[in-house]
């Protein structure tokens, strides 16, 4: 089948190429990247019925426009709640449709998360770099930021009648953010880290792939900050000298000079990314044997659902018989 | 100190060797990064070394932290520090003025005459520490003290890739254009990101970088004869 070409007719800031990323170059100084709520970006995959090996549409705040100006492909977009726009109809996020030569598709933030994914039933094309086409932003490496202008191209585009419709959202976790303490917890005195667990944060406006800087009490350091540059991770809780906090995430930098309090666990971080500037946050600390408990549970958990959203639903003639046929059995429920 | 293992999340652990920067703790993060490199732990994914600690990151789904604790404790009981070398790596920089705004502010503050800041900033044996800030952006230890100057206080702007700056007992070579507050005294035409995919950053951590001077018009041979 042709390419299918979609001409970006808006862009808002952040909104990028991601990936799953590119894993074991932290030595040199390259964060993994990727999506910054990894399992949305699955589920745009799933609905589509492929692996998520592939590329994506990172969508931020700032939404997108885009204008098929040839072929046509089915696509799924999923992550937060997003507002979407095509053919006339206006609807929610985590959907499946077809966009056709002279279509428009807006996807616009809506009522709550901060990043959605436009997935696309076929190859997205774009740049790589070590073997990866995420972003990372502060270089523009990999797939790249995209900007009003640009085309994107999809080889192997499909149309796939069966999957179009609405996704099933994961069920998510509300409740404490947690994290396990460390590891330069050491730098901070009882007071510190009592603050950090039991005051009420709320995320800022600075928040990008880099990280979210959070606002609330001050949890000074003790003294030491000339403390030498240490490895982070996606998650860590960097203090700087103010006793401002900020959470590391997809894109950070791989070593840093201010103490780690301690460390989102990675179950915490799909719903953490989907937070935005004055959400409130707090902290609960759990052990690192239950975060990795917990870290297993969801990865199965996480593996049922995208099993489940990976079937098609059939086509258009076998789904209006499905609900007819849900319909009749509704319809002719008895009375009780 | 004894060496302190410290659970990280639910997929590292951070190797710490001391608290305060030294030669001696650096030789033993590079010892225990080469043993990790020969004799990886089941389960691992990457080894981050630093100035005085190693991340070692792992895949919560094959391993967990009390293995890779355990096979880092046997790892730690043999390690042996400087017991092999780096490559070493000649590293040209041209130092004319257009390449090098702060050869005159760094002469000033030091009390050398310019050629005597690019005199001892080539003769420093420079060590590649670790890597951080951004891709490629190896921190090279080894900046000789008469030329040892804090950053300036506020970052300058729009720094071009390539250039050569120093900060305290560091140097560095940039790989992309970025504000910095560290003083710029060159530029170097040698790719840290090499675009080769076999062996995509020049250095790696342990690495001993030497610097050459060269002249302008070599290199604008070595950028392909395109002068800015």
Not at chain 1, 100 to 122: D, K, M, N, P
Not at chain 1, 145 to 166: F, K, M, N, Y
Not at chain 1, 300 to 317: D, F, H, T, V
Not at chain 2, 137 to 160: D, E, F, H, N, W
Request: charged share 20%; proline share 6%.
């Amino acid at each position: 089948m042709t390419d299918a070409v979609l001409a970006v007719q808006y862009a808002g800031p952040l909104v990028s190429i991601q990936d799953e990323g590119r894993a074991g170059h932290m030595r040199f100084g390259v964060p993994q990247s990727g999506p910054m709520d990894r399992l949305s970006f699955r589920a745009a995959h799933a609905a589509l019925g492929q692996d998520h090996t592939g590329s994506a549409i990172e969508v931020s705040l700032g939404g997108i426009i885009l204008k098929c100006i040839k072929g046509a492909v089915t696509l799924a977009i999923a992550g937060g709640d997003f507002s979407v726009a095509h053919a006339g109809a206006t609807s929610s996020n985590w959907t499946v449709l077809t966009i056709e030569t002279g279509q428009t598709l807006s996807v616009r933030a809506g009522g709550s998360g901060s990043w959605a994914y436009i997935a696309f039933a076929g190859a997205l094309q774009s740049r790589m770099w070590l073997g990866s086409a995420a972003t990372h932003t502060l270089s523009g490496f990999g797939g790249g930021v995209i900007q009003a202008g640009d085309s994107l191209r999809i080889t192997h585009p499909v149309a796939h009648e069966d999957r179009l419709g609405q996704i099933e959202r994961p069920i998510g976790d509300d409740g404490p953010i947690r994290v396990v303490m460390g590891p330069q917890d050491h730098h901070f005195d009882d007071a510190a880290i009592s603050a950090l667990m039991s005051s009420a944060f709320n995320v800022s406006d600075a928040y990008d792939r880099m990280g979210m800087q959070l606002t609330g009490p001050k949890i000074p350091p003790k003294g030491a900050l000339s403390i030498p540059s240490e490895p982070v991770c996606r998650g860590s809780i960097q203090v700087n000298g103010d006793g401002i906090a900020t959470v590391l995430l997809a894109d950070h930098q791989t070593t840093g000079g201010y103490p780690k309090i301690a460390t989102v666990v990675s179950v915490d971080q799909d719903r953490l990314a989907q937070m935005r500037a004055g959400d409130p946050i707090s902290f609960a600390a759990i052990t690192p044997q239950d975060a990795l408990a917990l870290r297993r549970k969801a990865t199965l958990q996480q593996a049922r659902y995208l099993e489940a959203i990976a079937i098609p639903k059939g086509s258009l003639e076998q789904r209006l018989m499905r609900e007819n046929l849900v319909g009749g059995i509704i319809a002719d429920a008895p009375d009780d | 100190m004894e060496p302190r293992l410290k659970p990280v999340s639910d997929n590292a652990v951070l190797v710490s060797f001391a608290d305060e920067q030294s030669q001696q703790a650096h030789d033993q993060v590079l010892a225990l990064d080469r043993a990790l490199s020969q004799t990886p732990p089941h389960g691992m994914v990457e080894a981050v070394p630093a100035l005085v600690n190693v991340l070692v990151v792992f895949d919560p789904l094959a391993t967990e932290h009390e293995a890779i604790q355990a096979a880092l404790s046997d790892l730690l009981v043999d390690l042996e520090p400087k017991a092999t070398k780096g490559k070493t790596h000649i590293i040209e920089v041209c130092y004319d003025p257009s390449f090098g705004p702060d050869l005159d502010a760094v002469a000033q503050a030091t009390n050398l005459t310019r050629d005597g800041v690019i005199k001892t900033h080539l003769t420093g044996e420079y060590t590649a520490l670790m890597y951080g800030f951004s891709p490629g952006y190896a921190y090279l230890g080894g900046v000789a003290k008469p030329i040892q100057i804090p950053r300036k206080s506020a970052p300058v702007r729009g720094v071009p890739a390539g250039s050569v700056i120093i900060a305290g007992q560091q140097c560095l070579i940039t790989t992309l254009t970025m504000p910095t507050g560290w003083s710029i005294l060159g530029r170097s035409p040698t790719k840290i990101l090499t675009g080769n995919a076999a062996r995509p950053f020049l250095f790696d951590v342990g690495d001993t970088i030497r610097f050459t001077q060269i002249d302008r018009e070599t290199f604008d041979i070595r950028q392909g004869g395109d002068p800015e």
